[in-house]
Structures are given as structure tokens and as C-alpha cells.
């Protein structure tokens, strides 16, 4: 069967969210793979938002390993504490970068990227994952988009085994 988002495009963001993400709710809750369900969240986040980068990085060990994504060719494995996603990981929290040029250590995977949002999914209070969400728009990110992906990260940790 195929799924569809139902996603009205001249709703505010945070109106975006709340229609989306029972319908992320919705499109994984009966699917037991987790990178089934991976691939679909950064698809939907995507074709919601038009993000330029969406993705997930699986902890391995002490490296982020790149995971289901959509957008361009990606970084394929990130240092414990390296550029924003593995900061994430060692500060186990969420961080904004409202410029990627100004985030020290940054890592460039795509000269296109401006601004970043990144959200660890814990489990145990251990980042298990990290969602990466990227914009080639300077300052694209706000407490909505933390809001919003800090609730579909939540969704996500039931299928980590």
C-alpha cells in the first residue's frame, strides 16, 4: 500500500508540525524496521519542509554511522565530539546553528548547507542516534523545529534493539 502525507503548504511551522507528526505517528507505528522507519521520517521531513539535508547517523561504537537520508551524499561516519552532529552525541542535547561557518569544527559534508538543527534520540539516557536536518537557508531553525523533531526523535526509540 502506498502511504501519503497530507501536508498543507501555506500553514505556519509550527502548524506544519502538528499536522505532521501524527501522520509520522501513523506511517510507523505498524512497522517493526527500524530503517524502514528511519528512511520514511527523513523522507516525510523532507517533502513537509523542503529541507535541503535530512538524515539520520546511528551510534557504532565511537562513530556516528551514516543511516537512512534524503539529500545529497553525506559524511559517511562522524567522531565522538567532531562537527555538530557528533557535538550532539558527547553533549547529549539538541543544538541549533543558525550559520555552519561560525560552529567551530564544523563539518562540511555540503558546501550548500547554511544552518543545522541537530536532535540525539536516547535511550537510557545514551544518545543512540543522532537526526541531522540541514537548510541552505541561513537561520532556518527556531525552538519550533526543536519542538517538532524532539517529538518524532521520542517516536523513533521503541524500534532501537
Not at 545529497?72 to 542535547?93: D, H, L, M, P, S
Not at 541552505?136 to 518524532?152: C, M, T
Request: proline share 5%; glycine share 6%.
Amino acid at each position: 500500500m502506498a502511504e501519503e502525507l497530507d501536508i498543507v503548504s501555506d500553514l505556519s511551522k509550527k502548524e506544519k508540525y502538528q499536522q505532521l507528526i501524527p501522520q509520522i505517528k501513523g506511517l510507523i507505528e505498524n512497522e517493526p524496521s527500524l530503517i524502514a522507519n528511519l528512511a520514511n521520517v527523513a523522507a516525510a521531513l523532507r517533502q513537509a519542509f523542503g529541507f535541503f539535508w535530512v538524515g539520520f547517523y546511528l551510534v557504532d561504537g565511537d562513530e556516528l554511522v551514516l543511516g537512512p537520508f534524503q539529500g545529497e551524499v553525506a559524511c559517511t561516519r562522524i567522531a565522538f565530539g567532531k562537527g555538530v552532529c557528533g557535538t550532539a552525541w558527547k553533549e547529549n542535547r539538541s543544538i541549533i546553528v543558525p550559520n555552519v561557518d561560525e560552529f567551530p569544527g564544523h563539518i562540511a559534508c555540503s558546501s550548500d548547507s547554511k544552518s543545522e538543527i541537530v536532535i540525539p534520540i536516547i535511550l537510557h539516557k545514551k544518545p543512540i542516534a543522532i537526526l541531522d536536518v540541514d537548510s541552505h537557508v541561513l537561520n532556518d531553525f527556531d525552538e519550533e523545529d526543536r519542538n517538532g523533531l524532539e517529538a518524532i526523535a521520542t517516536f523513533l526509540i521503541p524500534y532501537f534493539k
